[in-house]
């Protein structure tokens, strides 16, 4: 069989893509799927399977998996191939860690500095936390969504590229395990809670305690995930 051309699929329905545009729409999609445990951490990456489920030849497959690997998703085992990452309990420690320095600086410098109306979206997405953690209605992935969503808007208004790029980096990898954690029995009820006392600080301007209420946060998050 001859190899399949690089730049004759768009997965996305079907016109010409570029390579680059390739590799980098494979990579997210194998990145979704590794986020959605379709690809369970540990696993062997069969890259002539995905290669042809895809319509698309080796080639931009192995630069996304370097690209994931870069991130800290895949590891590259000699003469074995690709695998999805595991995150040791180390790891996820070392990850939580520096979360937990980034984003309570992230939250002291937006309690200072944010104006009124970036302030208001903050809140704004705490009440579609609030939403998404009803009684009856709770669903842990739209709640992880939201809290996302959150955690990066804040990230944005402290504005600092190369912050938002370390936790981008680190909150991948973090996603590996955020089924264990959020999937814990109270554990949403009691993020819920600890976003309350986030808002609430940033809202009274008060930096020492949104930094504190932010670091309460990871190391309650760490230890829902060990």
Request: glycine share 4%; aromatic share 4%; charged share 25%.
């Amino acid at each position: 069989m001859s190899p399949k051309p690089d730049h004759s699929t768009d997965l996305r329905g079907g016109k010409s893509l570029s390579h680059k545009a390739l590799y980098v729409e494979v990579a997210e999609l194998l990145r979704q799927r590794i986020f959605k445990r379709e690809l369970e951490p540990g696993s062997w990456i069969d890259e002539l399977r995905i290669a042809d489920e895809y319509g698309i030849s080796r080639t931009p497959l192995r630069e996304a998996l370097k690209v994931l690997a870069a991130e800290g998703l895949v590891t590259m085992k000699v003469r074995r191939g690709a695998y999805v990452t595991e995150v040791s309990a180390n790891d996820l420690a070392d990850v939580y860690h520096l979360l937990s320095l980034l984003e309570s600086d992230a939250a002291g410098v937006v309690a200072t500095r944010a104006t009124d109306a970036e302030l208001a979206e903050l809140q704004a997405l705490h009440t579609e936390l609030e939403a998404a953690a009803l009684p009856g209605t709770t669903n842990a992935d739209a709640f992880f969504a939201v809290n996302e969503r959150f955690h990066m808007r804040l990230l944005e208004i402290a504005n600092n590229r190369w912050r938002d790029q370390m936790v981008a980096d680190l909150r991948k990898v973090m996603k590996l395990n955020r089924h264990n954690s959020l999937l814990k029995t109270g554990r949403i009820a009691e993020s819920l809670v600890e976003h309350r006392s986030i808002l609430h600080a940033l809202l009274a301007r008060d930096a020492r305690a949104t930094v504190l209420r932010m670091q309460e946060h990871f190391a309650n998050g760490l230890e829902a995930a060990a």
